[in-house]
């Protein structure tokens, strides 16, 4: 990121007059927005702006970061912010950005640096500014924002990092926040814990009774203890363990045949553990699961105002919006979703981006899950929760697919043309100069798609008939090279490019099979061969696991597709060394 020598002016004043005014007594980060503020402004026009605290004697030409005694009266208006909205504002030859003090302060400074001086946030390795010749920050300039999700998160591995998370909003999830970076959200439980409180071995076998008085006791007890561990939590969830093998005792079979759901017994099991808390933690919220049996609301029993229904549309169709009433998958599910919006005061989203059973393979979302997060805020859905390949590098799109998602939860309402003019723009970041030719992929296989249904296991032939990708593998494969061929000078898109076409190796050398080796002679066996062998080696090398709770097959047939591998019973650990495989 080289320092530019373009002209800024703010307020109509040129921008080497100012200097940035953080508060005396910061927050760490509203430090880091100030700082921020100053490096961005360097690299992009040239100009080192000192920052000072507001100690210091007033001055004509300041931009004011946070909460200072330079503030006029009633100009941020925090009680409606929370943790994180924000207001940008002019006021004479002055600019104020400032907002909630753990977040909104710093994340109006990059919303300042992007919609003013360009700048975009790809990954922790790629930004620049997008924006050339000189930039101006008006007299009226004025922008406030209060984010429509409180709760974002985007689970993808390249996103674990806290200051690129920070950069696109991202405030929760598998990643530590210091206070640099607005903190940690005060979370506590987990999902699928019951075995936590209750006394069951195994998670994945049973659900604990909920009905039972002494059980539940139990179960109160020991979440009591844990909230005196950790008393300033914001949200405890305590939610079902990840089976279906739901208590059929007489009691928990009458209060479900009340309800008319099987999430009775639960509703009721979670109202008693926000009634026994309510008190001793008033900020505190209960958070839990509508998923799989507990997906649709109790007739009866709602949940109190101080619980989160954190609903899973785990089972839905993917190829088409989850409020599709032509899709009977997620007609389905928009009638459980409407179900627990009618009664929830809270709703967060447990979201499905990629495909579990095969992470590798083309998953043509992208549509789709721009008008879904548009339809949950519309449907006052106030957490979102889009879970990725959690478990290892994407070799498919999973940073592009992560920083969209991260756009849409900041801005669900954006139009399409902005939506596709964003992933235009980080192809071209990410890709290099060839960036369009895998737009064109990325087309094609939007439309090659669409003529079916796809869940989140679904079989590449079912995504997309193996029989179509035949059909345009030579033609495919031109792209790729085309893309490999422009960004030759450029190692890091060269290497992106590289490693997302290996999805597109993954169905090339499946479909091209019978020519390459069933019916084909001995050198081009033995070079199918190889390119199997050398295709499963980068996998590994790179960390680019097959599919969920698993690494890479231990024993592979390289004279069988590569789709073929994925039924191998056993697998190795995806994190042991030395699993590169010969023909030893």
């Known amino acids: 990121m080289a320092t530019t020598t373009r002209k800024m002016t703010v307020c109509g004043n040129d921008i080497s007059l100012y ?46 970061v946070g909460k200072t005694d330079r503030e006029p009266e009633g100009l941020i208006r925090r009680e409606n912010y929370e943790y994180e909205g924000y207001r940008i504002a002019a006021v004479g030859k002055k600019l104020f950005i400032a907002g909630a003090v753990r977040r909104g302060t710093m994340y109006g400074v990059y919303d300042f640096l992007e919609k003013f001086l360009g700048w975009r946030f ?49 405030n929760g999830g598998y990643r530590s926040f210091d206070e640099a970076h607005g903190g940690e959200l005060a979370f506590g439980g987990g999902d699928h814990n019951m075995g936590d409180f209750f006394d069951i071995e195994n998670n994945h076998i049973q659900q604990p009774c909920l009905s039972d008085p002494e059980k539940v006791k139990l ?17 405890f969830e305590i939610s079902q363990n990840d089976n279906q093998n739901y208590c059929t005792c007489p009691r928990c079979k009458a209060i479900d045949e009340e ?96 495909n579990f059973a095969y992470f590798l393979a083309p998953f043509p979302n992208f549509e789709t899950q721009r008008l879904n997060i548009r339809w949950y805020a519309e449907n006052h859905v106030t957490g979102l929760y889009p879970e990725g390949n959690y478990c290892a590098r994407s070799g498919e799109f999973g940073e592009l697919r992560g920083y969209l998602q991260a756009r849409l939860m900041w801005d669900p309402y954006m139009s399409e043309e902005q939506y596709y003019e964003y992933m235009d723009d980080f192809l071209e970041a990410y890709y290099g100069p060839g960036w ?60 992106n490019v590289q490693r997302s076409r290996l999805q597109f190796t993954l169905i090339e050398q499946t479909v091209m099979w019978e020519e390459r080796f069933r019916d084909a002679g001995n050198r081009t066996k033995e070079a199918y061969r190889q390119k199997n062998m050398a295709f499963y080696n980068t996998l590994v090398k790179q960390d680019i696991s097959w599919r969920e ?27 042991e060394e030395d699993q590169l495989l010969t023909d030893d």
Not at 21 to 50: D, F, M, N, Q, W
Not at 219 to 235: C, T, V
Request: with cysteine; net charge negative.
């Open 19 to 64: 200097r940035i005014v953080r508060p005396k007594e910061s927050y760490p980060s509203e430090t880091t927005a100030a700082e921020e503020l100053a490096k961005y402004i360097k690299l992009t026009c040239g100009a080192e702006l000192p920052v000072v605290t507001d100690e210091t004697e007033p001055s004509e030409y300041e931009i004011v």
């Open 122 to 170: 790809y990954t922790p390795e790629i930004e620049r500014s997008v924006t050339t010749g000189d930039i101006s920050v008006p007299a009226d300039a004025d922008i406030e924002k209060i984010p429509a999700f409180e709760y974002r998160d985007i689970d993808w591995v390249y996103a674990r990092d806290q200051v690129y998370a920070a950069k696109v909003h991202v």
């Open 219 to 235: 179960a109160i007890e020991r979440i009591g203890k844990y909230l005196e561990r950790h008393p300033d939590l914001d949200i």
């Open 259 to 354: 309800e008319g759901y099987h999430s009775g017994t639960m509703m009721r099991f979670i109202n008693q553990v926000s009634d026994a808390f309510r008190e001793k933690y008033p900020k505190l919220h209960i958070q839990t699961f509508a998923y799989q049996y507990t997906r649709h609301a109790p007739k009866i029993t709602k949940p109190r105002d101080n619980v989160i229904i954190k609903i899973c549309p785990m089972e839905c169709c993917y190829h088409h919006p989850l409020y599709d009433p032509a899709c009977q998958a997620n007609v389905d599910f928009a009638r459980d979703f409407e179900s627990w919006a009618a009664v929830a005061k809270k709703m967060y989203v447990w979201e499905y981006s990629t």
């Open 436 to 495: 369009r030719e895998v737009r064109k992929f990325i087309d094609w296989t939007r439309k090659e798609s669409v003529k079916t249904h796809m869940d989140i296991w679904a079989h590449p032939d079912r995504v997309i008939p193996l029989t179509v990708w035949h059909d345009a593998c030579e033609e495919i494969g031109s792209w790729w090279d085309a893309a490999e061929a422009a960004a030759k000078d450029m190692p890091l898109q060269l290497a």
């Open 549 to 575: 709770a698993y690494g890479f097959p231990s024993k592979v047939n390289f004279e069988a597709p590569p789709l073929a591998w994925c039924d191998a019973h056993t697998y190795m650990n995806p994190y």
